[in-house]
DNA sequence: TTAATGCGGACCGAATTCGTACTATATGGC
DNA sequence: GCCATATAGTACGAATTCGGTCCGCATTAA
């Protein structure tokens, strides 16, 4: 199965919640209860977020995280860049710089690009404000 | 990254080079060598295709495995699913047994689906003659 | 000054995956 | 009929990755 890691799985309900209080202001653990997901997940979900500048955070005391932007305006290939980086099917994709023992001699890797070109087009179509619903 | 599993990526090398001697029967030890790819591994994902009914087998002495059907008639989800079984971004997707300690009560666990739907239908679109050439 | 909150990094156990090996079964050639 | 060749199926160990947690530091409101 092509695989989301859990966390992304996650950032996407925390931000669900988030996109429901627009604006307002809510702490990490405000969000661990709200989701029922684990408070130090959460928090590391947050940051993740906030480092993909998808939220944006205060410090200190009565701080928190609030969107950025609009849920609408927030494509998931950005969530799922956030947090596992670039949305590629293989190593030898465009823009990676992770090795591949074939490189080069690989008489499929150019084709590879094609591939994940239409995988972001079909996920930009879906945004952070149809997860919502 | 969304990831596809290294055996995956193998397996439509392993196919491109079938592809390019349709009808032929070959060995498991030739695709390895033509490849450039372990033998034990291109073994294992020879089996692993052929029980998807991707490939066709032929035991016993010169036997070896040839393409079912035609390269441009193999959807790439197919290889895929395979190899790594279904595709779906989530565990909680539609047709997945796969527990989720938040099902029922996830917010976004329906979304899902319509972007699993989006997926499959980009990556449909591509064969696995696209991917030879 | 104190308490609350985010920031960044490090760490460990668990789960998954990769690669390999071994045995069983089938088939063609001598 | 026997042997060489090839796939089928299972099982296992090592390496990698991931999920989850913890700790010390920085920042800000009260």
Same mark, same amino acid.
């Given at each position: ?6 966390? *992304? ?16 202001? $809510?702490?990490?653990? *405000? ?9 130090? *997940? ?27 932007? !609009? ?12 947090? !596992? ?23 499929? !890797? ?8 239409? $995988?972001?087009?079909? $996920?930009?179509?879906? *945004? ?6």
């Amino acid at each position: 199965m092509i695989k989301l890691a859990k966390l *992304t799985d996650y950032a996407v309900v925390v931000l669900a919640e988030m996109a429901s209080s627009r604006g307002i202001l $809510l702490s990490a653990s *405000t969000l661990a209860e709200r989701t029922g997901l684990p408070e130090p *997940t959460v928090a590391k979900i947050l940051k993740m977020l906030a480092a993909g500048n998808l939220i944006a955070s205060v410090r200190g005391a009565n701080g928190g995280y609030k969107l950025e932007r !609009e849920a609408a305006s927030i494509p998931i290939t950005a969530v799922i860049e956030a947090m !596992e980086g670039p949305v590629s099917l293989t190593a030898c994709a465009e823009g990676s710089h992770d090795t591949c023992s074939r490189k080069g001699s690989c008489s499929v !890797e150019a084709r590879w690009n094609g591939v994940n070109k239409a $995988l972001n087009a079909a $996920l930009a179509n879906v *945004t952070l404000a149809d997860m919502v619903q």
